[in-house]
């Protein structure tokens, strides 16, 4: 993916790429799922390489390895990780992403276009969607006579890496002096980072709110301005920081800071961007936003000592 496909910071764009699983069904027939990621992930599409196995498998999704110039990349079949079957094709194709700081490569049956629109065409997945998709998607596009799903392809590596499973990293909660007068608003689309942050910050001492896109955070900052300018108050006297991810339906963390940063009585609110996409073009999309610090998921280490510097220089003010 080159620069340009790194849509205006200000317009909540993206592009999404759109795939197919062919699914063979238990009476034979066969059924096409649709599905999409979104192009700041993909490095490039090829056709299914020679793989090689992989001893001692944990996981039946995982192919194997493969040699892509001289770096070897772990494969997995998508279609097994979701618990479908896929028809087996010779022009089948692999996605080859990077995210999480991790290059991986995901086979599908086929990739037939790139979607560009904004956020809010993205639906959150309702609680039924949710629950029979493992919690697996994180976002449901209608287009034309089809719907895509866009899977959480976060999760899904972190189901096979123990390193990128957040729910298994050691934060430090230590009380912090003084955290009870700090206000935190989270936003991620991820309902299970979501409790871990809201878990391990309350432990910390700090209130803590919690939303999961970008659009609820902005509706929630908003009216909390109205609340700060009818008690005459400053709105950060009410909320003192947001941590808000990127890729979020209906509004992402670019177009939030963004709004932040524009809005009167919000430009001195601190933002923490806290991403898989923190590669080196889309941090200069975060610092041209105007957010104050970023870091790249897994790190929550690294997210929780931002948060205390960032709360001991305003204690310290």
Avoid: C
């Avoid at 080159?2 to 317009?11: A, E």
């Avoid at 109205?226 to 890729?247: F, P, W, Y």
């Avoid at 999309?285 to 510097?309: C, Y």
């Amino acid at each position: 993916m080159t620069q340009n496909s790194l849509l205006n910071v200000n317009n909540n764009e993206l592009e999404i790429i759109e795939f197919l699983i062919e699914e063979k069904q238990p009476d034979g027939s066969a059924y096409s799922g649709h599905y999409g990621i979104n192009v700041a992930k993909v490095l490039e599409i090829i056709r299914l390489p020679s793989v090689t196995s992989v001893p001692s498998k944990h996981d039946s999704s995982v192919l194997g390895t493969f040699n892509l110039r001289g770096k070897v990349l772990p494969i997995l079949n998508l279609a097994a990780w979701l618990g479908k079957e896929m028809a087996s094709d010779e022009n089948n194709k692999v996605i080859v992403t990077e995210f999480s700081g991790v290059q991986a490569a995901f086979l599908v049956s086929s990739v037939t276009s790139i979607h560009r629109m904004t956020w809010d065409r993205i639906e959150p997945p309702n609680r039924y969607v949710q629950a029979y998709s493992r919690e697996s998607i994180t976002g449901v596009l209608r287009i034309q006579d089809r719907v895509l799903f866009i899977l959480d392809m976060e999760k899904i590596l972190a189901s096979l890496d123990s390193t990128l499973d957040m729910s298994q990293v050691e934060v430090d909660t230590t009380p912090v002096e003084g955290a009870g007068q700090f206000h935190l608003l989270v936003a991620d689309d991820s309902s299970s980072l979501r409790h871990i942050l809201k878990s391990s910050l309350e432990k910390s001492g700090f209130q803590v709110t919690v939303v999961g896109s970008g659009r609820e955070a902005w509706d929630y900052l908003s009216e909390l301005r109205n609340d700060a300018q009818s008690k005459q108050v400053e709105l950060t006297e009410l909320v003192h920081l947001v941590i808000s991810d990127i890729e979020m339906p209906e509004m992402d963390g670019h177009a939030l800071t963004a709004k932040i940063r524009e809005t009167p009585g919000m430009q001195q609110l601190p933002v923490i961007l806290f991403s898989s996409l923190i590669t080196e073009a889309l941090h200069a999309r975060g610092v041209k936003v105007g957010a104050d610090r970023q870091v790249s998921k897994p790190d929550l280490p690294g997210l929780n000592k931002i948060i205390r510097e960032l709360i001991a220089e305003k204690l310290h003010k």
